[in-house]
DNA sequence: GTTGTAAGATACCGACCGGTAAACTAGTAA
DNA sequence: TTACTAGTTTACCGGTCGGTATCTTACAAC
């Protein structure tokens, strides 16, 4: 019954590339609707507000994108420690694309907007943080695995995941401040040196 | 000649004030204005835009505030490892108090700035650049330092402190998005991991 | 005290922003 | 073919925003 239209997944994908691109305070719902080719009347036909648009964008993407990727990258079929650093080194190109399309490195996405939005909105603040925990738990299970091999020293894995997670996107937000690659090319060796891995054991 | 008055700097604070704890973009002319006590049009007398007064905010608070503190804490006759160490528990210390009195957890305005803004402003995304980086030359000197000591490794010290900030400025970034001192606690020991403390010169 | 000047106050403008109401249109199921 | 419904369009409202022009006030030097 009715018409089908596919105005609300326009409207998702306008939004993140807006925000993903400027930041979240600075886009407005005109502009999203002009991006998406969609009227006003109709963004509120199908969300509330822009923070509700922003909550349902970033999952959507997580869902149609990012998690496709991580499950990929963190393939248990892929030795652990293999795992992070091709993680590091696709995220590396990843960015080089994005700086030569976008003339701009963008960074993540969820980490961008969680420290925009944080103490502004607690939905879009809650979505933020729920994505980002489960890309920290991807980095804990490669961990738990690197440590059953013996290839990384003891400790608890979720306090070590967490802690390549702020290596990671810390130099992440560094490389979309300054819009350089560097602090990305470094990144797989200073990872290895934050797992504490031991060297005689990370060849197999 | 003619009178005296602070409104540059009360709009300052109340620039800065605002803008850490919700977000530059969000932040309206009109609000920091009220919140200065100061009419638009003096704002304007004194500024010619929101951009250009936040550069002044940003520039008067490091040389104020940010710059004593950190050459207080990094000062020369303190040991290289312990001002790192030192560094992290008050940051820990002073984002508590933080979230006690805001209720919030902020961060680093410079890098949530930076991160914000650096597609939009490029003077203010140089400024928040260039004090981000006058803060890893701290850690640069103190790293050069310990490692003449040999407490530390060897490595280039410059790529060793970036890697630090990246971590410290990750965790504080995440402590503000998910509101939680945890991620500044575990800071001191997973630092000492990232700069490869050699366990047997930790203590002089 | 007069005069020059730094600063403050007021009032306003046009643009745009978030949000709403209501009429309209295209499919679809009966 | 009709009736229903999901989606679309248009037009509009009140408020706020960035920005400006103009008049006034306080002070300091002379």
């Known amino acids: 019954m009715g018409r089908k239209s596919d105005a609300k997944e326009r409207l998702q994908d ?28 109709s963004f509120y036909y199908f969300y ?23 499950d990929n990258v963190f393939s248990a079929s892929v ?19 994005m700086q030569k399309e976008h003339g701009q490195i963008l960074g993540c996405p969820c ?3 969680g420290s925009e939005i944080c103490t502004q909105s607690e939905v879009l603040r809650a979505t933020a943080q729920e994505i980002l925990q489960r890309q920290i738990r991807y980095f804990e299970t490669a961990i738990r695995d690197a440590q059953a091999r013996g290839e990384i ?9 967490k802690c390549l997670y702020a290596l990671f996107e810390g130099s992440l937000a560094q490389a979309r401040i300054q819009n350089d690659l560097e602090f990305l090319r470094t990144l797989p060796s200073s990872a290895m040196e934050v797992l504490g891995v031991r060297k005689d054991a990370t060849v197999a």
Not at 26 to 38: F, S
């Open 14 to 41: 306008a939004a993140l590339e807006l925000i993903w691109e400027r930041s979240y305070g600075v886009v407005t719902i005109d502009a999203i609707c002009e991006k998406a080719g969609v009227k006003k009347g």
């Open 48 to 70: 509330e507000s822009k923070a509700d648009l922003a909550v349902a964008a970033l999952e959507a993407d997580w869902q149609a994108n990012a998690k496709p990727w991580w």
């Open 79 to 97: 030795p652990p420690m293999e795992r992070i650093r091709t993680f590091l080194q696709m995220t590396h190109d990843k960015q080089a694309v």
């Open 111 to 113: 980490f961008s907007i």
């Open 153 to 161: 020293g003891e400790g608890d894995p979720n306090a070590k995941a």
